[in-house]
């Protein structure tokens, strides 16, 4: 894989594969399997998180989805392709599917890490200053 095309993939904003949900959703998963330890004498897991996991997950479909649509749409019209020497635009339609495409995927995104502080909250730590 060339460069460009690893930097459309794994880069900047539209980037379809969202390298924030995967490490988020690594990072929540291991605070998930690690919370009833971490509070002494619960054995409790907060549902917020799995529900966090669950829109990781969506986020990270959202953005294969939209892969796979940029594919056969390039795929369909090779004069889409700068490479293949093409200067063909995209239609309206594309350019707004590819937005909403971003769009549910920042709405996953953001809801899943508001779940993730919501359980934390829930754990029941003390604070800084706060003795037991």
């Known amino acids: 894989m060339e460069q460009l095309g690893a930097s459309r993939l794994f880069s900047g904003i539209g980037a379809s594969i969202d390298l924030l949900a995967i490490f988020a959703f690594f ?30 997950l969506g986020c990270l479909l959202v953005g294969f989805a939209e892969r796979c649509y940029r594919y056969t749409l390039f795929s369909d019209h090779p004069s889409f392709s700068p490479f293949a020497g093409g200067s063909r635009t995209m239609s309206e339609i594309d350019v707004y599917t590819i937005l909403g495409f971003t769009v549910v995927r920042t709405i996953l995104l953001v809801a899943a890490l508001v779940m993730v502080l919501k359980s934390l909250r829930s ?10």
Do not use: E
Request: net charge positive.
């Open 27 to 56: 990072a929540v998963a291991f605070i998930y399997l690690l919370a009833p330890g971490a509070i002494k004498g619960k054995s409790r897991r907060p549902r917020r998180f799995v529900t966090s996991l669950y829109l990781f």
């Open 123 to 132: 754990l029941g730590l003390p604070r800084q200053g706060q003795t037991q």
